[in-house]
Every structure is written in C-alpha cells, then in structure tokens.
C-alpha cells in the first residue's frame, strides 16, 4: 500500500519485503538506497539473509561502535575510483566479518562500469552465505554519475 508519513524508512523496507513474501533476502543496496538499507539492516537485521552494500550513501554517518554491533553477512562493495564509496567502505568493515571488494578501474557506479565483475562478486558472496543465488531484493536507488 502507499506509504505513511510517520513510518520510518526502516519500517517502510520490511513492510515492502513482507509485503512481496520474500523470505530472508541478501539485500542489494547502491548508493543512494542505502537511505532504506542501512535504518533497516540497523534496526532489523533479522529480515534479511545478507547486505550487499555498494558505496551506499549514509555509512559515514554511524558510528563505528554500531557498525561493530551489527552480526549480518555483508559485502562491501566500492569502485577503485570512488572516494565516496572508500570513505563509507572504512565505517562498514567495522562489521563483524564484513567481506570487501574493491571493483578495479571505475567509479561509484562500479555496478554498472563493470557488470560481470560485479555480479561475480555478489554472486560468489551469496554462496558463501549460504544463498547460492536465491533470493535477493535490489532497493533501487543507484543512479549514474
């Protein structure tokens, strides 16, 4: 249904995944999505299997002691040339057992630049956590620069 004014956008992205019967999705999140991945995996990490975070916009604005809090699967993701997406990338290996990855020779649209490479890496992530290429929800926000 639409959104209501007071539902924070933590609230709003469970409500869309419940909504959609998505069980436990790796979430997927570039850029400018991290204004819903990051309240959501912060508030409710349970919702989801895993956090691919791809130089999502906000990470610098937390803590470390949170990030250091938070038990997810993540995978950081940032183009070589995205000093953004390198300063946010410092505050999420905070997480405990983050994996990373830098995608060579591009910017902060390192998922449109270089597509098989990162689609590789998600999909070797997911494996890892146990996925295997299942479910996944893309919060759409990335946008090219």
């Keep these: 249904?639409?959104?209501?004014?007071?539902?924070?956008?933590a609230d709003f992205t469970k409500a869309l995944?419940?909504?959609?019967?998505?069980?436990?999705?790796?979430l997927i999140a570039p850029s400018m999505s991290g204004k819903y991945a990051i309240p959501?995996?912060?508030e409710y990490p349970e919702v989801v299997n895993g956090w691919v975070a791809v130089a999502p916009v906000g990470a610098t604005k937390i803590f470390n002691d949170v990030w250091e809090g938070l038990e997810l699967a993540t995978l950081v993701v940032w183009g070589q040339n995205d000093r953004m997406g390198e300063a946010g990338a410092k505050y999420l290996q905070h997480i405990p057992g983050a994996q990373s990855f830098t995608v060579?020779?591009?910017?902060?649209?390192c998922y449109l630049e270089a597509t098989d490479i990162?689609?590789?890496?998600i999909l070797r992530f997911m494996?890892?956590?146990?996925?295997?290429?299942?479910?996944?929800?893309t919060v759409a926000g990335g946008r090219r620069h």
């Excluded at 249904?1 to 956008?9: A, C, K, N, T």
């Design 1 to 9: 249904g639409p959104r209501h004014d007071h539902e924070s956008d």
């Design 17 to 26: 995944i419940e909504a959609l019967h998505l069980d436990r999705p790796t």
């Design 40 to 42: 959501l995996v912060l």
């Design 127 to 137: 494996v890892s956590i146990g996925t295997g290429g299942g479910t996944t929800a």
């Design 118 to 121: 990162f689609h590789r890496e």
């Design 104 to 109: 060579p020779n591009v910017g902060h649209a």
